[in-house]
């Protein structure tokens, strides 16, 4: 079992930044990569991040690509979400995710079923 349990959330201007961080506790050594989902109102969950611990290797979705860093801590115990020029289509909650099989990560990075667990969730709401 991974727990896993995001922070930095909150209200932000149009224009800001925010930075997300998931911390992960127990069975942390089998996982491969991470990544950082996101759910708007009334819309279905998205991809927004992923990053392997391993090499580092990161895939974006297109509409944070330029805005958005992904990065890992030393351990295998911290990702983070560094959110720059922040619109209010951003606005949504923001789930980390714990992948373990490299193969199907390899294939499938920003699939959600690629992903065995998740976070609860930090809301971000961005002001126009």
């Known amino acids: 079992q991974v727990q896993l349990v995001e922070s930095g959330g909150g209200l932000v201007q149009a224009g800001g930044s925010l930075r997300l961080s998931c911390a992960a506790s127990?069975?942390?050594?089998?996982?491969?990569?991470m990544g950082w989902f996101r759910r708007a109102p009334g819309k279905e969950r998205e991809f927004v991040a992923t990053?392997?611990?391993?090499?580092?290797?990161?895939y974006y979705a297109d509409s944070v690509k330029g805005r958005f860093t992904i990065s890992r801590g030393n351990a295998k115990n911290t990702v983070y979400l560094q959110m720059n020029s922040l619109k209010p289509e951003d606005t949504a909650v923001y789930y980390c995710?714990?992948?373990?099989?490299?193969?199907?990560?390899?294939?499938?990075?920003?699939?959600?079923?690629?992903?065995?667990?998740w976070g609860q969730g930090t809301q971000v709401t961005v002001s126009s």
């Open positions: 127990g069975r942390t050594f089998s996982s491969y990569a």
């Open positions: 990053i392997s611990w391993r090499y580092g290797n990161t």
């Open positions: 995710a714990d992948n373990k099989a490299e193969g199907l990560w390899a294939l499938y990075p920003r699939s959600a079923s690629t992903y065995d667990y």
